[in-house]
């Protein structure tokens, strides 16, 4: 028995347990009350459409679920910013779907739902994957419309990008199954086609209160802009459908006419499981985070057949880049090793950590699948770039600057899991989110901050202890004790994969074992975008 990995796969396996706790109660949006009020009108639920639009037995790879999580804590909460997105198959057809969720304020826009769409909106025309938006909203919410209406990337861009991808090409299908409200009225109208739900779909730049308040007239939301009049009198809706049921048929109707995509070619063939157990990830894994592993274990555990053909294995061992292939499709892997290893020079370099040798190393290596139009997969553990006159002599600095230059060049898709740590500069140079990775996802033991907690603790208590002796204070040791952990305490509860999961750093936090699926299905939505823009670093640092 081997209790080392018993430990780990008890305190992984009940982290995967939490996730799986915490995503049920997302699920339940605004709760059962405002669901029985949906169901009074005769309206299905935003999930229960979602399950009836997509393919029987299919996959649905959710985008943002825990966006806004703990966030709005005053206006009662905004449960997946009020919004559910994702990746799914429509008539056999993968498509993106932006479903809002009128239990949750009237499926209101607060800042982290613009935010949200606006991600999904990325995905879609990076991938020129077809989106599907089922609009039931209130429209912007307007306590704090200064966080969400005027900016940049703001609730216009959404409409921007509407127009954007009408003109290149990308498919979009509006069904306006609720309120759909000023401003957003002009997302399903500026989509390809629009459909309406009789009855319960309305659409209008102006509701009825604001109508007689505005010029006068007396006219009721129905007659103002319900489904009879925007199909047989103004012309703004395409089809009008007696249910949410019919309506959503006839999305599917439509979806299983259209023409195949152009394709990217990424190289695919029968896939096959790994050798190695996968449950046996939640053994391998440390529960602390600064342990070391050897992460070739946990890659024979996702490539198909255990098989990876390593790159430069015996030179610049802190990173591991090799290629394999995940669900039958090639991929190029670039993973922080988090054992010790001794260099040839006999020096002993620590996991996690990126050094001038690795740094190079990963670059050739990106450069490489950049040449044989192989998609990148990244795989995050990392602490940062070594530190010390020894590195800074040697060059560290241009060292990783050439390792991000090739990341935040490549033109073939990258798809980023964070595993472990992922702190500073490492982050970026492992493809964080700065770095368009077209999907990113943690496993609950992911960390993400620009430095390690004790470290980042013990800076931030110099910096305070300072400021307050300036004021005359006294520090004591049990004073400094107390400071040192509430600092340390905050500094790690801004580090979880749920903080940055919220905030939409990633897209969302999955049980390691889904790894392999997100991987899979990131590729096959990258491949319907054949790639245009030809490699080039530009000038790099020798």
């Known amino acids: 028995?081997?209790?080392?990995?018993?430990?780990?796969?008890?305190?992984?396996?009940?982290?995967?347990?939490?996730?799986?706790?915490?995503?049920?109660?997302?699920?339940?949006?605004?709760?059962?009350?405002?669901?029985?009020?949906?169901?009074?009108?005769?309206?299905?639920?935003?999930?229960?459409?979602?399950?009836?639009?997509?393919?029987?037995?299919?996959?649905?790879?959710?985008?943002?679920?825990?966006?806004?999580?703990?966030?709005?804590?005053?206006?009662?909460?905004?449960?997946?910013?009020?919004?559910?997105?994702?990746?799914?198959?429509?008539?056999?057809?993968?498509?993106?779907?932006?479903?809002?969720?009128?239990?949750?304020?009237?499926?209101?826009?607060?800042?982290?739902?613009?935010?949200?769409?606006?991600?999904?909106?990325?995905?879609?025309?990076?991938?020129?994957?077809?989106?599907?938006?089922?609009?039931?909203?209130?429209?912007?919410?307007?306590?704090?419309?200064?966080?969400?209406?005027?900016?940049?990337?703001?609730?216009?861009?959404?409409?921007?990008?509407?127009?954007?991808?009408?003109?290149?090409?990308?498919?979009?299908?509006?069904?306006?199954m609720g309120s759909c409200v000023a401003g957003g009225a002009y997302l399903p109208i500026m989509s390809d086609e629009a459909m309406i739900v009789d009855g319960t779909g309305s659409v209008f730049l102006a509701g009825s209160y604001l109508v007689k308040s505005a010029i006068g007239?007396?006219?009721?939301?129905?007659?103002?802009?319900?489904?009879?009049?925007?199909?047989?009198?103004?012309?703004?809706t395409d089809y009008k459908h007696p249910n949410d049921q019919a309506c959503l048929d006839s999305i599917r109707n439509i979806m299983s006419k259209m023409g195949a995509p152009q394709v990217a070619g990424f190289d695919r063939i029968k896939p096959g499981l790994p050798k190695f157990e996968e449950d046996?990830?939640?053994?391998?894994?440390?529960?602390?985070?600064?342990?070391?592993?050897?992460?070739?274990?946990?890659?024979?555990?996702?490539?198909?057949?255990?098989?990876?053909?390593?790159?430069?294995?015996?030179?610049?061992?802190?990173?591991?880049?090799?290629?394999?292939?995940?669900?039958?499709?090639?991929?190029?892997?670039?993973?922080?090793?988090?054992?010790?290893?001794?260099?040839?020079?006999?020096?002993?370099?620590?996991?996690?950590?990126?050094?001038?040798?690795?740094?190079?190393?990963?670059t050739r290596f990106i450069m490489n699948c950049n040449q044989k139009k192989i998609p990148l997969v990244f795989l995050q553990d990392v602490t940062g770039f070594m530190v010390g006159s020894r590195s800074e002599h040697g060059g560290i600095i241009k060292d990783g600057a050439k390792m991000v230059n090739a990341v935040a060049n490549s033109v073939v898709p990258k798809f980023t899991i964070v595993i472990g740590n992922s702190y500073g500069a490492g982050n970026y140079a492992m493809c964080g989110k700065a770095y368009d990775p077209r999907l990113i996802y943690a496993w609950p033991s992911a960390k993400i901050a620009v430095m390690g907690g004790a470290q980042a603790a013990k800076v931030l208590l110099q910096i305070q202890e300072a400021s307050l002796k300036t004021k005359g204070e006294t520090i004591t040791a049990e004073k400094e004790a107390a400071l040192l952990k509430e600092i340390t305490d905050r500094y790690n509860s801004q580090t979880t994969p749920y903080y940055a999961a919220s905030r939409l750093w990633v897209d969302g936090i999955i049980d390691p074992k889904d790894t392999r699926q997100v991987i899979s299905m990131g590729i096959e939505a990258a491949n319907q975008s054949p790639i245009k823009r030809q490699f080039n670093v530009g000038v790099i640092q020798t």
């Open 217 to 236: 007239e007396e006219v009721d939301n129905e007659a103002l802009g319900g489904a009879t009049t925007h199909c047989e009198i103004s012309g703004v």
């Open 1 to 176: 028995m081997d209790i080392e990995f018993n430990k780990n796969e008890d305190v992984n396996k009940q982290s995967v347990y939490e996730l799986k706790t915490r995503l049920k109660k997302i699920y339940k949006g605004g709760g059962e009350k405002s669901a029985a009020k949906q169901k009074e009108k005769g309206k299905m639920l935003v999930r229960e459409r979602i399950a009836y639009l997509i393919d029987k037995e299919s996959k649905f790879l959710e985008i943002g679920a825990f966006a806004a999580e703990d966030m709005y804590a005053e206006q009662g909460g905004c449960p997946s910013a009020g919004v559910v997105c994702g990746i799914g198959y429509v008539s056999g057809r993968q498509c993106m779907i932006v479903a809002n969720d009128a239990t949750v304020k009237a499926g209101a826009w607060f800042p982290m739902t613009a935010k949200k769409n606006l991600r999904a909106q990325e995905i879609a025309m990076e991938n020129r994957l077809p989106v599907i938006y089922l609009v039931d909203s209130a429209g912007v919410y307007l306590p704090m419309q200064d966080e969400i209406f005027p900016d940049k990337e703001h609730f216009g861009r959404m409409f921007r990008n509407n127009a954007l991808m009408s003109s290149d090409g990308i498919v979009q299908i509006a069904a306006i």
């Open 280 to 362: 046996e990830i939640y053994g391998i894994l440390p529960e602390n985070r600064e342990k070391p592993y050897d992460m070739l274990d946990i890659i024979h555990r996702l490539v198909d057949d255990s098989d990876f053909e390593e790159y430069k294995k015996l030179y610049g061992q802190s990173i591991i880049c090799g290629l394999g292939r995940i669900d039958g499709w090639a991929v190029g892997i670039v993973a922080n090793q988090r054992k010790v290893v001794k260099s040839k020079k006999g020096e002993m370099q620590f996991g996690g950590v990126i050094y001038s040798d690795s740094a190079d190393k990963a």
